[in-house]
Every structure is written in C-alpha cells, then in structure tokens.
Nanobody, 122 residues
Framework: VQLQAFGGGLVQAGGSLRLSCAASGRTFSSYTMAWFRQAPGKEREFVAALSWSTNSTVYAGSVKGRFTISRDTAKNTTYLQMNSLKPEDTAVYYC????????????????WGQGTQVTVSS
C-alpha cells in the first residue's frame, strides 16, 4: 500500500488549500482514510477521517466547520479541503489508512503518506 500526499503550501490567514492523498496497492472500499497533522515540537494530532465503506466522517473540534474530507473513488484519492485557515493550522499534514472503522489515534493506522507542509501566515 502506498499513500502519496500533496497540495500543501504557503497561504495567508483566511485562505484555503486542498490536500490530496492518492492511494494505491489494494482496494480501499473497506478502509478508513484519515488526515493527521504535526506541528514542530508537538505530537501528531487527528484532523479528520472518512470511512470509504459508509462515507461517514469525523472531525477534530479545532477544524470542524472549516475543513472537509471527501473522496473520489474512481481516482482512489482522498481530499482535505481547508478553508478559513489560521496560523495555528501550520503543520506537516499526513494522510493515513487503516481497515474498517474510524479511529482518532495515530497508532491505529497501518499506512502513512510522506507528509506535506502547510504554512499559514498571519
């Protein structure tokens, strides 16, 4: 299984970015795809997750209402649309995958992408 995350960049506060996570190597119909982020000196934290079997979603409280996780099954790609970005959203964003149900803990995920940097300037 390979996950490739891309789409990060530098944006001003209040701006938007869309991250993409392209998955390959197996069928993901029964998988959960998630986004985590890690700021310098901080632990990796859960951002959002989507169950490919049920299309249900879960968000961290800090991003709910601003971020949207979605998928394109034909492209095996998961997206994270980030709106109203804040400086505290600055981090390396990682996509991750695990079979079946959604979990919020990083240790629960089997597969990880390489990370993409998001920097929000004030």
């Amino acid at each position: 299984v390979q996950l490739q995350a891309f789409g990060g960049g530098l944006v001003q506060a209040g701006g938007s970015l869309r991250l993409s996570c392209a998955a390959s190597g197996r069928t993901f119909s029964s998988y959960t795809m998630a986004w985590f982020r890690q700021a310098p000196g901080k632990e990796r934290e859960f951002v959002a997750a989507l169950s490919w079997s049920t299309n249900s979603t879960v968000y961290a409280g800090s991003v709910k209402g601003r971020f949207t996780i979605s998928r394109d099954t034909a492209k095996n790609t998961t997206y994270l649309q980030m709106n109203s970005l804040k400086p505290e959203d600055t981090a390396v964003y990682y996509c991750a995958a695990r079979p079946f149900i959604i979990h919020r803990t990083a240790i629960s995920y089997n597969y990880w992408g390489q990370g993409t940097q998001v920097t929000v300037s004030s």
